[in-house]
């Protein structure tokens, strides 16, 4: 169910009323435990089964952890992560193992191949993980050690809670744990909720869905064959605006839904347009997952504790893997490692910090060389497949084709770019500036106009609904 559907709102609001309803905290996690599954249903029963299993498996590796023996626990941590990405892996990467079509296999081989990825199993496989390293780190984590069945219940809330549980934001344990309290009517914050509601709707209906329209023919070479390489080239920067105005949207609507419950989602992005290396951008983008690969992957691995040679080894797994995480195809893991790459030259340069080292003043010319390395991995997203990225090569190749009077790209160019520019006024670096007293007020005063305003330009000017990208994740 999207979070840009009426459904998912119509479904939010009927279980927001039963919340608020009672003030036993009990009663509130239960309520919004069981209407999270109920939503998650929708989508299908087995997805349902999945996920169950999924939360019985990790309430029960994480309660054994808590209350037993340091020895057993870590057995017991071990063999809980084992099992969690086992189930991962058997239903995202299942086409990697057996790459010949489901027809041409028999029995139950081909009926699981043939069922489809269940949505949000890559989050709620990383909120798992994260709450048995948590519990095994810190036992306290857990609200109730003395009490399984109320654990089970905590649990079953982290790994479904609907906001976030398609495509994140990823939080872990530690921080989702201690917001299992009783929550008030009186103490939600209308005004931020409804700010991130509306601009993140803003973002993926109006921005994102009508980039897609004007992005999608780079998915297939036969329509970008022989077009006029400054269509191209658009198109390749739409798709870097529209990645960004898609999961930033998603993200705000998540974070913002939340807050009517009382609970707190960790920020996604902040201008990650403005990194000035692909360290400084891993610190923007999608920070929930940066945070999560760098406590429970890198750190582990030794990080940058054993030596240059080490650290680049580290860097390259970590971004492998963390691509792969994206989708099971090779150009996933071939993007991981093209900024694996770039992060481990970065670290040997001494230039991945930003404002220091030998380029500290060339911080102009960081950003956009960062802007360009980062689209450039975007065509792995939006290509279908890894070979297409040497045919869209090859277009440039030719001599420049302008554009005709009867292009297709004379009037598409210009919307793109326009589409594009309402997300570099997303990266203006404004924070510093709001927390001044006359544009504090100012911008207190004009909000409800302005979302207004927003709420308009939705109604009239949403493009095709259109999933969001990270759902196939």
């Not at 309520?31 to 997805?47: I, K, N």
């Not at 970590?318 to 995480?325: A, D, H, I």
């Amino acid at each position: 169910m999207l979070s840009t559907d009426p459904v998912f709102y119509l479904c939010g609001g009927a279980i927001f009323i039963l919340f608020y309803s009672s003030r036993s905290v009990l009663f509130q996690t239960f309520v919004l435990s069981a209407g999270s599954l109920a939503m998650y249903a929708t989508e299908g029963l087995p997805f349902l089964f999945l996920l169950l299993v999924s939360s019985g498996l990790t309430s029960a590796s994480s309660f054994l952890i808590a209350t037993t023996s340091r020895r057993t626990a870590k057995i017991i941590l071990v063999a809980g992560i084992a099992l969690n990405l086992l189930i991962l892996g058997a239903f995202k990467y299942k086409h990697l193992l057996f790459p010949a079509s489901p027809p041409l296999y028999s029995g139950m081989l081909r009926e699981f191949l043939e069922l489809a990825l269940p949505i949000g199993i890559s989050f709620y496989t990383f909120h798992a993980i994260s709450l048995l390293v948590d519990t095994w780190r810190t036992p306290d984590v857990l609200r109730h050690r003395d009490n399984f069945l109320r654990h089970c219940l905590d649990t079953a809330l982290y790994l479904s809670f609907f906001p976030q549980l398609v495509a994140g934001p990823i939080t872990k344990g530690k921080m989702f744990f201690p917001q299992m309290v009783a929550k008030r009517l009186s103490e939600i914050p209308w005004a931020d909720a409804l700010t991130n509601i509306i601009v993140g709707m803003f973002l993926k209906r109006v921005i994102a869905d009508n980039l897609n329209l004007l992005t999608v023919q780079l998915t297939d070479p036969r329509f970008y064959s022989g077009k006029p390489q400054g269509e191209l080239i658009a198109m390749i920067f739409g798709y870097s605006a529209q990645i960004f105005a898609d999961f930033a949207g998603y993200s705000l609507i998540a974070i913002g839904v939340a807050k009517l419950f009382g609970y707190r989602l960790p920020d996604n992005f902040n201008q990650p347009y403005l990194a000035q290396s692909i360290t400084d951008f891993w610190r923007r983008w999608h920070m929930s997952l940066s945070a999560w690969l760098r406590d429970y992957l890198y750190i582990p691995l030794g990080g940058n504790r054993f030596g240059p040679a080490r650290t680049y080894l580290n860097l390259l797994i970590v971004m492998g893997l963390g691509g792969l995480w994206h989708g099971a195809d090779w150009k996933f893991a071939v993007w991981g490692l093209w900024h694996g790459g770039l992060l481990a030259i970065e670290r040997l340069l001494g230039i991945g910090e930003p404002g220091r080292g030998g380029w500290a003043v060339l911080s102009l010319v960081r950003v956009p060389i960062t802007f360009l390395l980062v689209t450039f991995g975007w065509l792995l997203f939006r290509l279908e497949h890894l070979g297409d990225l040497m045919l869209l090569a090859q277009e440039f190749e030719h001599p420049w084709r302008p554009l005709s009077a009867t292009s297709s790209g004379r009037a598409s160019v210009p919307i793109i770019y326009m589409l594009a520019a309402v997300v570099v006024l997303f990266h203006l670096p404004l924070r510093g500036l709001r927390d001044y007293g006359p544009v504090k007020t100012l911008v207190s005063t004009t909000r409800p106009y302005v979302l207004g305003f927003l709420c308009a330009v939705i109604l009239m000017a949403s493009g095709s609904r259109h999933a969001f990208i990270y759902f196939q994740f």
